[in-house]
Structure formats: C-alpha cells, structure tokens
C-alpha cells in the first residue's frame, strides 16, 4: 500500500508539473488569441483562418496523435519496462520514419487539391475570394504537420522516460510562435502572417524536445522495420484509433460546413469559445492523462490491475476535483473575461455576445471532456484501441445528428444557431463517456464508483458554495472589472479549497503537500 500510495503521489507531482506547463502554454496561447481577436474580430477572414486549419489539423491528429497517443506509448514503454533498450529504439526509428513518409505524401497531395477541397468538401458556403484565402493558409500551414509528426514522436518518448517537461513546454513553445507572427508579421502580410507564424512555432515545438532526447543515448536507425514485430504491434493497435480520431475530426469537419452556411463569424465565435473552454481542459485532464498513462501502461505491462483500478479511480476524482468548479466558474465569469481581453472596436460587443453564447454549452461539458481525456487512456494501457473507436464513433454520430437538430432550432427560436453545435458537443462527449465508464468497469473488477461519488459530493458543496459568492461579487462590486473578475476568481478558489478540506476531501489536501514540494523543487 505504501508503494502504491508513493505511486500516486509521484503521478500527482508530475500531473502539478505538466499543469503548471499547460498553463503558462495556456497563457501564451491567451496572449496569442488576445492579438488575433483584437485585429480581426469574428470576421470571414478569421473564419478563412480558421477553416484552414481543419485539413492540417486532421493529418496531425489522425496520423501522428493515432500513433503516439494509443499505439507507440504502450509498446515503447512495455519494451522499456523489459530492458530491451535497442528493440525500443529500432522501435522508435521505424515509426518517426513512417510518420515523416506519411505525412509528408497527406500533406502534399492536400496542398495541391487544397481549393478544390476547400469548395467541396470544407466550406461550400464560402464565396470564391474567401476559398483562395482559406487555400493559400491551408497550403502555407501543412508544412507544420510533417514538422508535428516528429515532434509528437518525441513527446511519446518523453512520456515514456516518465519525462514530462520539455514535451509540456513544447505547446508554450508553440504559442510563442505564432505570437510572434500576429505581432510581426501581420502588419505587413495580414491574415497570412499568422499562418507563418504556424511554420515558426512548429519549429520550436520541435527543437525545445531535443536537448533532453541526446541524453536518453538512444540510437536512430534508417528502417522503416516492415518485418519488425513491434512496429506490426503499433500499426495494428494505430488503425482503430487512427479511425476514431478521423470519426471525430468529422464533428470538427461538420461544423465548419455548418458554420459557413450560418451568419459570419460564426464559426470564429464556435472556435474561440472552444479555445476558451480548452484552458481548463488542457490544464485539468490533459495534464493527468498524459502524467498518469505511462503508470498505466507499466502497471498492465507488468499485470498489477489492482493497482491500475487505484490509479484510474484516483486520477478521475482529481480530475473531477478540479474540473467542476471550472465549469461552474466558466459560466459565471466568462462574458466579463472576454470583454476584458478581447473586446475592441473590431471585437465588438456582438462578437462577445456569440462567443459566450457558445462557450456556457462549452462548459456544461467539461466534466465529461476530462472524464474522457483520461479513461481512454487506460483502455490504451490495455492496448485496446477498437473500444474507444467505437464508443467515439457512435457519439460522432450522435453529434452530428445534434448539431443539425439543435442549429436548426435555435435559428428558428431566435437564438445564435452556432450554440446549437456547442451543445450537441457536450451532450454527445457525455454520452460517450458513460459507455467507457460502464464498459472499462468490469475489466479492473469494478472502478470504485462509492469513493468517487463521495468524493465529487465534497466537490459539489464547496463549488456551489463558491458560485454562490462570485454571483454575488459580480453583482456587488464597483471595483475596475479586472480587478473584480482577479479578486473574485483568487478569493472563489480559496473558498473552494477550504470548504472541500474541511469537509475532509482527500484531494483538497493533498494540494498544499503538492505546493510545498514543488517550491522545494524549483528552489533546489
């Protein structure tokens, strides 16, 4: 029990550490939208940018998060785990070499039919000027997605050393870049600078990775290891989630065809209240997947489910823990966070109104989001890929099918009908993550459920607690509104904190221990 107990301290430290670095990549990435808002509003040439993403956004994901995320971790880990060091790096060599192949030949045949795809299949509400933009960024930003393929290698690597640092400030890194693009080179190329800040900040994402890489003293090896039994392994667990992950890039894909076809802006005001809502995500339940999936990995490589069931459980009521109050406090203090960072004579008020709009049915889902987030990591610790691919693809559909329903209903009602494609996110996420947990249940012999019930009614008490005060502040305070959106946001956690601890939650106090020995660490 004490190792057990030393184990979730350790993956607690890691998940603090990888937080601290989501956030301030969180801050940045802030910083970078503050800008590009400011300049261009919710308007159709940020709705082009945007669009252009999809295509490259869809190669990363399928092609390089399908590898890393639910096929490579576990195998490289595993060999890892046996001290059969060189098969590890023979390993790692064959797939960066498929990536770089496979991406490379993805995105060159996207760049050249980059229009007609865009008319067909991306944006066919889009005039022919707005399609001509929306290729040139989409041919501009695919060179980052060969770039992501060898740079979400290494992160997998990292991970696997149980090294989250550099991969975590790898995002920061990211950000950075294309900051540097909004605040310089937009002047002079408009809308297109920010594309080629895309290109500098894939290049930082990469190089911040490799200074820790040569100390691993791994060898590279020029083979694509067609014979290799371990790259067969990571190939045949890669396409069902290679196919999940296209199934739910379709959501993204849908709404973009949706949204061109809505009043403009629509799709800016869809994406920036999802950027919004992904601070918290990022911050809470990707920081404790990517902390905790090597422990699984390692502890169903070496067949301790017992411990694995602990983990999991533990790892969902931190993330239940934390994800709660978010999306109570994204509800109440979201509009006058937004009129603070971006609302200008270009982001008008109306723009506020759209982005808020979507980001409150943003936010009803961010409890299922991190549910998600970290379950589908220990069906990928038991190398089972096809699960999740299925669950997912039953709750793309579910979502497309709401996205249509519920835009219909609230343009008909009078509503921003791009709500409706937020909503049917969250409700579909949610869905979704019901069928993992009553699936992943019986595989580890039950999940625990009474321990995190009783741990989210702790949670409950202190987050309506704490929603009841900011409700009140904001209604009460005459305080500038930075000063009462920093006050009331510090003094609400606060508050939170010590209503869960004097209710006796086991997560509340462990973060002081988690404070504590982080401060050592930065001051040794």
């Known amino acids: 029990m004490l190792g057990n107990e030393s184990k979730h301290i350790h ?150 050393h149980q090294h989250f640092l550099s991969p975590a400030l790898a995002p920061a890194l990211y950000n950075a870049g294309i900051t540097v693009g909004a605040i310089l080179l937009t002047p002079k190329w408009g809308i297109y600078g920010l594309a080629y800040g895309v290109l500098i900040g894939a290049f930082l994402h990469l190089a911040i990775q490799i200074p820790r890489l040569i100390r691993y003293s791994g060898q590279y090896t020029l083979t694509l290891g067609i014979q290799n039994k371990f790259v067969k392994t990571v190939g045949r667990l890669m396409l069902p989630r290679t196919i999940g992950l296209s199934i739910w890039q379709i959501n993204f894909w849908i709404n973009t065809i949706i949204c061109s076809g809505l009043p403009p802006g629509s799709l800016s005001a869809l994406v920036i209240a999802f950027q919004i809502f ?58 006058p966070i937004i009129e603070i960072l971006f609302q200008n004579d270009t982001f008008s008020a109306n723009s506020t109104n759209m982005v808020v709009w979507a980001l409150n049915w943003y936010a009803l889902g961010l409890v299922s989001h991190s549910v998600v987030e970290i379950v589908t990591r220990a069906f990928y610790a038991f190398k089972d890929t096809r699960t999740p691919m299925i669950v997912g693809g039953i709750s793309m559909i579910l979502n497309v099918i709401l996205s249509l329903v519920l835009a219909s209903a609230f343009l008909a009602n009078n509503y921003y009908p791009h709500g409706g494609l937020a909503l049917a996110n969250t409700i579909a996420t949610t869905a979704e993550m019901m069928a993992l947990l009553w699936i992943i249940g019986p595989r580890l012999a039950g999940l625990q459920i009474i321990k995190i019930l009783k741990s989210v009614i702790k949670t409950m008490i202190g987050t309506i607690t704490m929603s009841i005060f900011l409700y009140i502040w904001l209604q009460i305070t005459i305080l500038p509104v930075i000063v009462t959106v920093l006050g009331g946001v510090t003094i609400g956690i606060i508050i939170f904190w010590g209503i869960t601890a004097a209710c006796g939650s086991q997560q509340a106090n462990k973060i002081p221990m988690i404070i504590v020995r982080q401060i050592k660490k930065l001051g040794a």
């Open 11 to 160: 993956t607690a430290r890691s998940a603090s550490t990888i937080m601290l670095a989501f956030v301030f990549a969180n801050l940045l990435g802030l910083v970078r939208q503050v800008i590009i808002n400011r300049t261009f509003g919710t308007s159709p040439v940020l709705d082009a940018y945007f669009t252009a993403f999809r295509v490259p956004d869809l190669i990363f994901h399928v092609i390089a998060g399908g590898a890393l995320g639910s096929a490579f971790i576990p195998t490289f880990t595993t060999l890892l785990a046996k001290e059969s060091k060189t098969e590890a790096w023979k390993l790692a060599s064959a797939i960066v070499n498929w990536l770089l192949i496979v991406s490379t030949t993805f995105a060159g045949i996207s760049g050249l039919f980059a229009p007609w795809l865009i008319q067909q299949f991306l944006a066919p509400g889009f005039s022919k000027e707005q399609i001509s933009v929306v290729a040139t960024l989409m041919q501009i930003m695919l060179g980052a997605t060969v770039i992501f393929g060898s740079s979400g290698l290494l992160m997998g690597i990292h991970h696997s």
């Open 278 to 335: 992904t601070f918290p995500q990022a911050a809470i339940a990707q920081a404790i997947a990517t902390a905790v999936f090597p422990t699984f990995s390692k502890q169903v490589a070496l067949g301790h489910t017992d411990r694995m069931r602990q983990s999991l459980n533990s790892s969902l009521r931190g993330a239940l823990y934390l994800s709660i109050p978010a999306s109570a406090g994204l509800c109440i203090i979201g509009r």
